[in-house]
Nanobody, 115 residues
Framework: QVQLVESGGGLVQPGGSLRLSCAASGSIFSSNVMGWYRQAPGKQRELVAIITGDASTNYADSVKGRFTISRDNAKNTVYLQMGSLKPEDTAVYYC?????????WGQGTQVTVSS
């Protein structure tokens, strides 16, 4: 059984920063690919960033240069450092983990960028 718990969301002004955390428990290993997705109201869930077991990363074009994904394998935690936030970054952010052929999801954390 794998559980993912996101935290760190909230309300932030445009141009501000937030750091999201995703704490994983259960049968998860440092080699597993993990990622962050987001879903804005009325829109489909979209990829934000992923990180592989060897710390290779990939980002959506819309967040390149502003967001950084990282992982601390000792803590089974993945982070998403978000900077230069824009109103269009407003969404529920979800963490996921690919273990074998199965995707596990967290419950999501709300990020609202507004003045």
């Amino acid at each position: 059984q794998v559980q993912l718990v996101e935290s760190g969301g909230g309300l932030v002004q445009p141009g501000g920063s937030l750091r999201l955390s995703c704490a994983a428990s259960g049968s998860i290993f440092s080699s597993n690919v993990m990622g962050w997705y987001r879903q804005a109201p009325g829109k489909q869930r979209e990829l934000v960033a992923i990180i592989t077991g060897d710390a290779s990363t990939n980002y959506a074009d819309s967040v390149k240069g502003r967001f950084t994904i990282s992982r601390d394998n000792a803590k089974n935690t993945v982070y998403l450092q978000m900077g230069s936030l824009k109103p269009e970054d407003t969404a529920v952010y979800y963490c996921n983990a690919l273990i074998g052929a199965r995707l596990y999801w967290g419950q999501g954390t709300q990020v609202t960028v507004s003045s």
